[in-house]
C-alpha cells in the first residue's frame, strides 16, 4: 500500500518549481489521509510526529507561488486515469457534477456570502453564511461498490469581482458565468484527459444555458459529451414542428406543447415494465421514452424518460437521443455517489475545514442589502488585491488537497479490499460491503503507516517525512507503537 502511494504521488514532481514545496505537497496528502481529528492544520503535526516548528511552513504552503492548482489538477485527471479502475458506460466515463455548501462564520474571508439552502433536513438553516462550491468526480469501483473520486471542486459563486482584477485585453475575467454553465466547463476540462464522457447532473442543471454552453463545446472539442439529467415535474416539451406549406412567413420552430406529467396518464398503457439494477439490487420499474424539443428559444431535441419506480414518478432527461431508456435509469441513479463523496470529504479528510483569511479583506456585512455596493469594490490597492488573491488560492489548494486525499483512499480501497481485513484493525458491527469503506483506509494507515515507513526506508515517502520529525527517539517510539 505504502509503495503505490509512493509511486503516485511521484507523478506530481513536475507540477512545483521547487523541491521544498514538493515535499510539504506530500507530507499534506499523507497527513490529510490519516489524521485522526479535522483540527486545523495542526492534527498533520501531530499525527505524523512532526516538529512543532514546521507548522509556518506547512501555512505557507497553501500561499506559495512555486505550484499551481491548473497543473496539480490536470496531473491529478491523468493519475486516476492511469491508476483507478474507471467504470465506463460502452466508451465513455461517467462523470458526476453537483454542487456543496459549506457554512463559514469568518468576516474577513473572501468569498464567503449569503446563500440558500433547499433541504428537507431540519438540521440545516434555510439560509447561511459561506462558500459555493462546485465539484466534478469520476464513477470507479467495481460491482460490489462504487466510488465517486473526486477530480474538481473550486469556488463558484461569490467571487466573479475577484477574478476581474486578473482581467486583461488579452485574457478575459474567470468564473463570471453561472454556477451551472462553470459546472459544464469542468466537465470538459476532465473530458479532456480521460476521453468521451457522460455528466450526471441534478434536475437544477436543466436550463438553456447549460445546454447551449454543452452544445458550443462540444462543436469546439474533439471529446464528446452527454448529460443525463433530471427534469421538474411541472416541464413542458414541445413536439416536432409540422412542415412548412409553400406560402410566406419563416417556418415553425416547435410543434404543439406537451405537458410531461400528464403523460404518466394518457400513456400509461405504453409504458415498459422492467427489470433494472438500482442502487445495488434489482428494482422493478416501468417506464415511457419520448424525444421531443425543450427549452424557451433553444428548442433543443432532448430524450425524456417517464419512469414509475415504487409508487413514485420522475421524469429523466438525456442530450444523447439513442441512449438506451434502460440505461439512462440505471446511470442516474450513479448520482448520488457524489453526494456520498461529499460526506467523505467533510467527516473523514475535513476537506472543507479550512481557515484561510486576509487582513487585506473587507468585514462582511450580514445585512447588506442588494441594492448596496459590495465593500470590494473599493479595493484598488494592488497589494490588497494580491493578498486577497492569495487567499483564495490558499482556499481552493487546500480542498484540491483533500480531494487528491480523499481520492487516494478510494483508489487504494479499490486495490487492497481483497488482501486486507478491515475486522483485524478496525471494530465493525456490520459488513455492509466487500470494498473497504474510505473510513477503513484511513484507519488502517493510521495504525500502520510507521511500521511501513520503517520497512521501506528507500521510500521517498519515507526520507520526506523523516526529515521533518521531531527527533529519532520520537520516530522510534512511533513506529515501536
Known sequence: MIKLLDKILNNFRNCFTRQASFNWFVIIIIGLMLRSDTLGLTSII???????MHYESILHFFHSSSWSIESISAKWFEVVKNFAPLYYEGEAVVLIGDGVKQA??????????KLHQESENCSKAEYIFGHMFGGIGVLSGTSSKFFCIPLLITLQDGVKDFF????????????????????VENAFKV????????LLLDRYFLSVNALEKLSNLNKKNQYQMNIITKAKRSCIAYEQPPLKKVGRGRPAKKGPSVKLQRLFATKKDA???TQVMMYGKEET???YCINLLWGQKLY????????????????LVSTDLEQNPEAIIRLYSYRFKIECTFREMKQVIGGFSYQFWSKSMPKLNRYQKKDMPHPIAGITDSKDRKRILKTL??????????????????????????TVNPISFRYLRTLSKETMSEASVACYLRKSIFRSLGKNKDLIITRIIKSKQEDLEFDEVRQAS
Request: proline share 3%; with cysteine.
Open 271 to 273: 409504458f415498459t415494465t
Open 191 to 198: 473530458a479532456k484527459v480521460l476521453g468521451k464522457a457522460i
Open 46 to 52: 501531530r499525527d505524523l510526529g512532526l516538529a512543532p
Open 104 to 113: 463559514k462564520e469568518a468576516r474577513k474571508m473572501p468569498g464567503v456570502k
Open 393 to 418: 488560492q490558499a482556499i481552493e489548494g487546500y480542498v484540491m488537497c483533500s480531494c487528491i486525499a480523499l481520492g487516494l483512499l478510494q483508489i487504494l480501497a479499490i486495490q487492497f479490499s481483497g
Open 285 to 287: 420499474i416501468s417506464y
Open 300 to 315: 433543443q431535441e432532448l430524450r425524456f424518460v417517464l419512469v414509475n419506480y415504487q409508487g413514485k414518478q420522475c421524469i
Open 164 to 183: 476581474k482584477w486578473q482581467a486583461s485585453e488579452d485574457k478575459p475575467a474567470e468564473r463570471q458565468e453561472s454556477h451551472v454553465v462553470q459546472t
